[in-house]
């Protein structure tokens, strides 16, 4: 089922329509914010030699391919919109740091880089739109080279945000989504005017358990946002509530499995396969 859908999902994700939604929602001052935080914390994982790049797997409109290079890092972006790394290349340019960032189409089930290329591979929010994750999962193991680390930011099912939602769509009756409960996690497949579309909310234990069998070992798993209900209204006072609670969380609280928002940080042991 999962590799008969991923071309129409494909298809979606290569318009612009959920990605401007992506961009209105996420890439706001206060999100920016937090996330230049997280970042800083990622120091230690993102790679120290300035001319073995960074891979962003999946970099969309660029957010978190900024971040890398702002810190100077040397970058390949791989996305499989062209659009979108339009879109990505005009806003690293406008930055300053188009030396320092390389985009290219990639699709994330075949990337176009031999076995062990990158030492760091970031794959942020990119997982959960796949139909074929275990596809995808090996695709950024097979890349990582043997040592190297890569980080994973997905959405957590076990969270109190998704529980609480499922709960509540299952009682109001009002599921706006075909909902699927699979082994990796629960999906909510939308049609949109571009195409389907497919969100997962992770079980992380089948994420970690997924890696291991293709030579990662879990290093750290820790909180992102706690939530994200700050889409769900425009109350300014309201969003300002949920992001300082999102920073006291992230930076305080630590624990991942209420967080909505989960970071993976694995290493590729030095004689997993490619």
Known sequence: MAQQDSPG????LAEAEIHDQWIADYRTPDN?????????????????????????????????TLRLASRGKSVIGTDVSFRVLRTARASIDARGLGKRVQLSAGNLLALPFPDGTFPTVLCWGVLMHMPDVAGGVRELCRVLAPGGHLIVSEANAASAQARAFRAARRWLKRERA????????????????????????????WLIDEFA?????????????????????????????????????FERIRLPGPAFGNLLILRKTPLAPG
């Not at 999902?9 to 979606?12: A, G, K, S």
């Not at 230690?44 to 660029?62: I, N, Q, S």
């Not at 820790?222 to 969003?239: D, F, P, S």
Request: net charge neutral; with cysteine.
């Open 32 to 64: 920016q914010a937090f996330f230049e935080r997280v970042f800083d914390e990622l120091r230690p994982y993102l790679g120290g030699e300035e001319d073995r790049p960074v891979l962003d797997a999946g970099c969309g409109t660029g957010s978190q």
């Open 9 to 12: 999902v494909e298809r979606t």
């Open 213 to 249: 069998r293709n030579g990662l070992v879990l290093m750290e798993r820790r909180a992102g946002q706690l939530t994200e209900l700050y889409t769900r209204t425009r109350a300014r006072a309201m969003r300002t509530a949920i992001h300082a609670l999102n920073r006291v969380w």
């Open 178 to 205: 075909e909902v699927r409960y699979t082994p990796s996690g629960v999906e909510n497949w939308k049609t949109l005017d571009s195409g389907p579309l497919v969100t997962r909310e992770a079980d992380v234990g």
